[in-house]
């Protein structure tokens, strides 16, 4: 079974760091195109962050300088490093990922992450 599983999520104070983690697990090849999104309660799901296959990343205005997504492609693993949080960024984040495989490519999503920035 094919699936996405994020952690390193947790309550943080403003100004502080964390880095989250979706790793992919199951039978596949590669992943493709991945995302981090943004659901703050009571909000529709933003997105935050994407990174192609080739390593090209792209940011949601409101992260911009303050977060990083990156990739290890040997362990099948999308990060997001936040840092300088704002109460703002608080929110469920899930991860997002093409996955390529016998299947062919097939997007999935994770379970999310609760991200809660709070003095």
């Known amino acids: 079974q094919v699936q996405l599983v994020e952690s390193g999520g947790g309550l943080v104070q403003p100004g502080g760091s964390l880095r989250l983690s979706c790793a992919a697990s199951?039978?596949?090849?590669?992943?493709?195109?991945s995302a981090w999104y943004q659901q703050a309660p009571g909000k529709q799901r933003e997105l935050v962050a994407t990174i192609s296959s080739g390593g090209r990343s792209n940011y949601a205005e409101s992260v911009k300088g303050r977060f990083t997504i990156s990739r290890d492609n040997a362990k099948k693993t999308v990060y997001l490093q936040m840092n300088s949080l704002k109460a703002e960024d608080t929110a469920v984040y899930y991860c997002?990922?093409?996955?390529?495989?016998?299947?062919?490519?097939?997007?999935?999503w994770g379970q999310g992450t609760q991200v809660t920035v709070s003095s």
């Open positions: 199951g039978s596949f090849f590669a992943i493709a195109n």
């Open positions: 997002n990922a093409d996955l390529y495989g016998s299947f062919g490519f097939k997007n999935y």
